[in-house]
């Protein structure tokens, strides 16, 4: 039940937060940024001194406090573009279609960076920097799917079947992203099961919570920055060609 | 210029998907694509499993981590789970462990089996669990320095 | 154990590779950042 509500409420401010830093001035978007900076600085300060090693790793665990919220950001990003292809198709509008090109590209650069970031962690704690087990090789595939979606994009030169086509595609490809979160629970693989509060030290929960915050005041600004970019796109698209406008004054 | 509704296709987007995601989850994938097999799996194949490239899965088994004496090749068993009884396979390997890699610790390894019920991999990882601690007091970096089976980390056979 | 076994050569995880996914990440996230300044909305001249 207080799980429940901490989502609900979690989302709601997420998305209320999202929605001022697209509407607001830029020096929102600069002072969450500033924000997210402050939170990066001090959150490697209890990643890598306060936070002790573990156990059986040592100090490689330590990589767990970039890597997972790096994937926790890039999940977070292709279900934002889940939903804003679905609400598309459903009921058209440029700024679903803008949210859901900026979610692509944002959880595409978190998806790539938390995959290497893996990759670094495993090489001294599986032996390995990769292997063909279920859960990197649904989360490489998502990387594939992307950035196929986002190269769909600049290859459809007209706005309106962009966004219609990039959302159909943006729905199926979504289909990996349960994928990817069940895949260790649903197969055999090299990757561990998810984490909980009660699996991990205390003040390693600590240290992952004020990362995973900066994270996501850094997605915040990403994604919103990117937004922008789109809108602007799509309204030069839109606007009359300039012999029209001269003709018109 | 109003954008065009689309309904039809969000619907079919939505059952493609839906169905893929379905066949995906309910359907016997796992069983056919599996990351490991366990020893006991491994076995009971026979014949079949000899000389293909596989992998094997399980736990390494107490007291049976052995070094030869030039050390370069490494040989333990690997077991589907830390009962004395429970089915094993010698594994031989040439490669540098990871550093976790000690008694009673989840592994997968990649190579060989044969007629002679030995093992021969290539490729040797250590699969952790999802167990973070910090060490106890008086551990020290024990990271470093132990192969012992005092371990918070197994390998889960399905 | 050992000792012979405990010396037995492992790969040692250490700050090595601590620092360099830090580093990555911290010039991942500046680059990204640039790039999207690089791309900011500018009003036609």
């Known amino acids: 039940m207080t799980h429940a509500l901490f989502t609900v409420v979690g989302v709601a401010v997420v998305g209320g937060g999202l929605y001022a830093l697209v509407r607001g001035p830029a020096s929102w978007r600069a002072g969450v940024a500033v924000l997210a900076l402050v939170l990066l600085v001090s959150g490697a300060w209890y990643g890598l001194v306060q936070a002790p090693p573990d156990r059986e790793m040592g100090n490689v665990q330590r990589i767990m406090y970039v890597h997972v919220p790096a994937q926790w950001m890039a999940l977070m990003a292709v279900t934002l573009n889940f939903l804003c292809s679905v609400a598309y198709l459903f009921r058209p509008s440029w700024p679903k279609d803008a949210l859901a090109e900026a979610s692509a590209e944002v959880g595409l650069f978190f998806g790539a960076v938390g995959l290497v970031l893996g990759s670094i962690w495993g ?127 | 210029m109003a954008l065009k509704r689309t309904t039809w296709l969000a619907v079919a987007a939505l059952l493609i998907a839906g ?124 990271w470093k320095n132990t192969l012992s089976s005092d371990t918070t980390s197994s390998a889960r056979p399905k | 154990m050992t000792p012979l076994l405990a010396e037995a050569g492992r790969i040692q995880g250490g700050w090595s590779y601590v620092w360099t996914a830090y580093g990555l990440t911290w010039s991942a996230l500046a680059l990204y950042a640039l790039s999207l300044w690089l791309r900011r909305p500018r009003k036609e001249p």
């Open chain 1, 123 to 249: 090489k001294p704690t599986w032996g390995v920097y990769w292997s063909w087990d279920p859960r990197l090789t649904s989360e490489a595939i998502l990387l594939v799917a992307y950035a196929g979606y986002l190269a769909l994009r600049r290859f459809i030169d007209d706005a309106e079947r962009r966004a219609v086509w990039s959302a159909v595609v943006g729905i199926i490809i979504a289909v990996d992203i349960p994928i990817i979160w069940f895949s260790v629970r649903w197969w055999r693989s090299l990757h561990q099961m998810q984490s909980s509060p009660s699996t991990v030290d205390p003040d390693m929960v600590r240290a992952l919570r004020w990362n995973a915050f900066a994270f996501l005041a850094l997605w915040l600004v990403f994604l919103s920055t990117r937004y922008l970019i789109a809108r602007a796109r799509t309204e030069r698209e839109m606007a009359p060609p300039p012999m029209v406008a001269e003709a018109a004054t």
């Open chain 2, 19 to 142: 169905g893929a995601l379905a066949f995906i989850a309910l359907g016997d994938l796992g069983s056919n694509l599996v990351y490991y097999w366990t020893p006991a799996e491994m076995l009971d194949a026979g014949s079949k499993a000899y000389g293909a490239t596989i992998r094997l899965g399980g736990v390494v088994q107490r007291g049976t981590i052995a070094w030869d004496s030039g050390h370069t090749e490494l040989t333990f068993r690997v077991a589907n789970d830390m009962t004395p009884t429970a089915k094993n396979v010698l594994v031989r390997v040439r490669e540098t462990p990871p550093q976790m890699f000690r008694e009673g610790i989840g592994v997968v390894v990649e190579g060989t089996f044969d007629k002679s019920q030995v093992f021969t991999s290539n490729r040797l990882m250590v699969n952790h669990s999802n167990e973070y601690r910090p060490p106890k007091p008086g551990e020290g970096d024990r």
